[in-house]
């Protein structure tokens, strides 16, 4: 059966998709983003519920200019990914249909649960396709639904069979798999996002879901497009507490927390890691972050040197805390002289970048560098020797000697100070982010210079970001590229310009930047439609 619906739903969609790519109305298709698997997962659990579950597997996104959700304006999907996302389709459509859910779900009842009904189906289809394709269906596609839906029902005899596939065929289109945005001429030659497109960046932005009946409404009445409709619209998505979930997918994608998914410590030496480690680590980095920037509206800037934080047992262990608090999560300061600072010397920052039985330095600057102030580091040529840094059983007894003789290669020299010196001073920290002194019974030497400044320690890097205009400006460029889809390493600084300005003269808080950022004219700006090929692409993405 499963094969079969496949089958029936691909050849349907062959015969729509002409009809889908063109329904946004006027105005022409100037991106696609294809959503991730929490985009997808958040959505279905907003049109349809908690309950409903989402089985099957994801194609990967990418890392584009440190982030992931610039790959999403660049990825399509695989006949692997299609099938996949087809018994994703089947499954989440016989849930929403059974016998169970169905009094929730359909907005009528049938004359006959036998037979087909035109007006209920016509009421079921346009609902839930406003709701997961983020604006109205056209007439067209109202009734190639409702036309199938009768086809099957007819075959099966049961109409909530009809409707399940009737349904399939909207969770398997591109115009729920793809956020698409569609551009109408503003000023001059300029263009920008109409009503349901706004709606929509709006909502994955600040809370990483699709928009909500309200903002489908304000899209609808106009009010999206005037300054009043807006405001009151933004207000009211950052009043919510849903704008931590927004929040929460935006730091872990700027902080890089997907690498936890290949992470491994050799439990031989560390055994105090596991699994539950990493996700406690990841968990912990982002409470942590949110607290400071949505709780508490804080200088963003204090990441870089706060010690309050979040633990729970399994980091206790690692940070060497006695653990006797009631709850699983609890608020920790750490002492001064722990030393301690803000988000680089958590568990996640030094564990995710280093190796499974050692710490590395240059993986820890390199990932800061790009992370907190947006300057990647060159990937190393194919034959560099690391022969020199990896003999830990050689006469170099500590890795910062071990890197200097390999940096005396001059091809290597201008990659390993331009990252080392970050790195070196988190080397009182061990490869699961425990505490140490000593490497190979030599004292540990946390001195660094970047760039004339000179610094000691974790706390002293702290302080060196803290203090450095590159570090806000990184966040800035990187939330802006998050919102549209864009490679943060190509987005000119005059894209943001008047929302970093407003952010630097709030004193760094991120509500004021994401407020900002929606205010300025570039926000919903879009590039000039190339031409009708744009059509034909929409379709090659869906296949």
């Not at 996640?348 to 300057?375: D, N, Q, Y």
């Not at 500590?398 to 988190?426: F, K, M, Q, W, Y």
């Amino acid at each position: 059966m499963r094969s079969g619906f496949i089958l029936v739903i691909t050849a349907f969609l062959g015969s729509v998709t002409c009809n889908t790519v063109a329904a946004a109305g006027e105005g022409m298709v100037v991106g696609l983003r294809r959503l991730s698997e929490q985009e997808y997962r958040s959505s279905i659990a907003d049109i349809f519920g908690k309950d409903i579950l989402v089985q099957g597997v994801f194609e990967p996104g990418i890392r584009v200019g440190g982030l992931e959700a610039a790959s999403t304006a660049v990825l399509s999907i695989t006949p692997v990914g299609f099938d996949s996302y087809s018994k994703m389709a089947d499954g989440v459509s016989q849930q929403v249909t059974s016998q169970k859910n169905r009094v929730r779900f359909v907005p009528c009842t049938p004359k006959a649960a036998t037979a087909p009904d035109e007006t209920c189906a016509t009421q079921f289809f346009d609902k839930y396709g406003l709701l997961l394709f983020r604006r109205p269906l056209t007439g067209e596609e109202l009734k190639t639904r409702v036309k199938l839906a009768d086809a099957m029902t007819k075959s099966t005899g049961d109409f909530y069979a009809g409707l399940r596939y009737g349904l399939a065929t909207l969770l398997q289109s591109s115009e729920f798999l793809f956020r698409k945005e569609v551009a109408v001429p503003a000023s001059g030659k300029d263009y920008t996002l109409e009503p349901y497109s706004r709606a929509t960046r709006l909502s994955y932005f600040l809370w990483d879901t699709t928009p909500d009946a309200e903002l489908l409404h304000e899209a609808e009445t106009g009010g999206l497009s005037t300054q009043a409709g807006l405001d009151k619209e933004v207000d009211r998505l950052m009043a919510s507490p849903r704008l931590e979930a927004g929040m929460r997918a935006f730091f872990a994608d700027m902080l890089e927390l997907d690498n936890f998914s290949t992470v491994s410590k050799d439990t031989l030496i560390y055994p105090k890691w596991s699994g539950a480690m990493a996700a406690s680590a990841r968990e912990e980095t982002l409470r942590s972050t949110l607290e400071l920037a949505l709780h508490q509206n804080g200088d963003m800037r204090d990441l870089m040197t706060t010690r309050n934080t979040y633990i729970n047992r399994n980091l206790a262990a690692i940070y060497g805390v006695p653990f006797s608090f009631d709850g699983e999560w609890t608020a920790y300061e750490f002492p001064a002289e722990s030393g301690r600072s803000g988000v680089l010397t958590q568990v996640s920052m030094l564990a995710m970048f280093s190796h499974p039985g050692r710490s590395s330095p240059t993986k820890r600057g390199v990932a800061l560098m790009e992370i907190f102030l947006c300057e990647p580091t060159p990937t190393p040529p194919n034959n560099v020797d690391f022969s020199v840094v990896n003999n830990t059983n050689g006469p170099l007894k500590t890795v910062r000697e071990r890197l200097l003789a390999h940096a005396s290669n001059s091809v290597c020299a201008s990659c390993h100070t331009h990252s080392d010196p970050i790195g070196l001073t988190l080397e009182g920290f061990n490869t699961i982010g425990g505490a140490r002194s000593e490497e190979n019974g030599q004292t540990i030497d946390l001195s660094a210079t970047l760039q004339g400044k000179s610094f000691s320690g974790a706390q002293g890097l702290g302080r060196y970001l803290h203090d450095n205009p590159k570090y806000p400006a990184c966040i800035a460029r990187k939330l802006y590229s998050y919102a549209k889809g864009l490679n943060s390493e190509d987005v000119d600084p005059s894209a943001f310009k008047v929302a970093y300005k407003a952010f630097a003269d709030s004193g760094y808080r991120l509500r004021n930047l994401l407020k900002a950022m929606i205010d300025s004219p570039e926000f919903f700006k879009a590039s000039a439609p190339v031409a009708e090929a744009s059509v034909e692409d929409t379709k090659l993405a869906a296949h």
